[in-house]
């Protein structure tokens, strides 16, 4: 009896080492490449142009962002670049350009986390830093700092238990002030809407 108890004491603790070893990690990286494309909408400059004249580059950018995974359903996402740079055009004439950092953190809901295509979506917020400002010879500014709301879909198609392939679109709230001598003198709505493909890891 105590031979055949310890055996099978033995192979529960096998089976619970098994099934945890077999579950996976709540942490995920993904790499993407990203293309940026800003909705290009500002107010009026009193005098020189008309509505939506000013307008930002688009742009391709590296991406990498990293989640963690509350249950397997939920997991919350912070997206992270490096600065990046864009050109600056007045009805075409090029003004200038500036460098912007835009972390962002989104909550998202996954609907079939164990299925091979795996779709979400998620909600949360943007902080952009802007920076290197240089308009019209530095006669012009931005803002520094813009704050608001990201939304984001995308789907994961996985290849094991730990590689998949992502493609992932969101829309960015990101405005700024155009000042001049201390005046406002625009607005501008970049808004860029963000479409990614990459591949993901999870631990």
Known sequence: ????????????????????????????????????????????IPGLAGENAIT????????????????PNIAAELILTYPQKHDVHLNGTRLGSFKHLPPTLTVQYHFTPNATFSPYVGAGV???RISSVKLLNNTVDLENNSFGFALQAGVDYKLDKNWSLNFDIKKVQI?????SGGTKISRVKVDPLLVGVGVGYRF
């Open 1 to 44: 009896m105590k031979k055949t108890a310890i055996v099978l004491a033995l192979s529960a603790m096998g089976m619970l080492a098994g099934e945890a070893m077999a579950q996976q990690s709540p942490w995920q990286v993904r790499v993407r490449a990203v293309h940026i494309d800003p909705a290009d909408k500002s107010a009026a």
């Open 56 to 71: 930002v580059s688009n742009k391709t950018i590296p991406e990498i962002d990293i989640s963690y995974f509350f249950t």
């Open 126 to 128: 943007n902080y952009t």
């Open 175 to 179: 405005r700024s002030d155009v000042v």
